[in-house]
């Protein structure tokens, strides 16, 4: 099976900007969800949606926004860039039949914001 | 701000020594997870602990979760330069919703 994949690797903006993220889970699995990763920070959870739900949202403005579509794919949308947005954001998908959670991340996407 | 609080963020080691992180939770978890991260990888799921007091090895690593279902350990035993990385654990507080430590990256000096 095909790992978890991001579009693009790499995006560089500037302030003000907006920004869509891709991420195409694992086949079969229902359940994305999206991290942003900051060296300062960790892993902070930003959403997570399960047959084109959101079912969880974790501290975030609502300048970042997500969406899944039938097939499991999902986009992050992050409007009116700020500099502190630059991060790795990270999404992992998760089948709930292998057991509750068990996540598989991809390799994410680097945000630099100038 | 992180829900569940991971100590040490940093931890060198010379090769061969031991190494703890661990993980606390105000609230009951249903389960745990370990993660691990490369430089410049992504998270790579290593264990799930569902049970109070549950222990889970993996060769050289030891997995445990507390009675209460609020901590958790991971202990490495005789660690070598392959155990580099960041390890994160994940609580699960309900059925949908997990939060991330904030990781223990660890060097190990050969």
């Known amino acids: 099976k095909a790992g978890v994949t991001q579009t693009p690797r790499y995006l560089i903006k500037t302030r003000g900007q907006q920004v869509t993220l891709s991420c195409s889970p694992i086949?079969?699995?229902?359940?994305v969800s999206w991290y942003q990763q900051t060296p300062g920070q960790g892993l902070q959870f930003l959403f997570e949606?399960?047959?084109?739900?959101?079912?969880n949202k974790g501290n975030f403005p609502g300048r970042f926004s997500g969406r899944q579509f039938s097939n499991s794919r999902s986009e992050m949308n992050v409007s009116t860039l700020e500099l502190g947005d630059s991060a790795l954001y990270l999404c992992a998908s998760s089948s709930l039949a292998q057991g509750p959670y068990e996540q598989y991340f991809g390799p994410g996407t680097r945000l630099t914001v100038t | 701000g992180q829900q569940v609080m991971q100590i040490p963020q940093y931890q060198h080691v010379q090769e061969g020594e031991d190494f703890t992180t661990y993980c606390n939770s105000s609230t009951t978890l249903s389960n745990i997870q370990w993660y691990k991260q490369r430089p410049g990888g992504h998270p790579v799921f290593l264990i799930q602990l569902v049970k109070s007091g549950e222990v889970k090895k993996q060769k050289r690593l030891t997995f445990q979760f507390g009675e209460a279902k609020k901590n958790s350990s991971l202990h490495i035993t005789a660690t070598q330069t392959t155990d580099v990385g960041t390890y994160f654990c994940a609580g699960l507080r309900n059925n949908n919703d997990m939060r991330f430590g904030a990781g223990t990256r660890l060097t190990v000096k050969p």
């Open positions: 086949s079969g699995h229902r359940s």
């Open positions: 949606y399960f047959s084109e739900t959101q079912r």
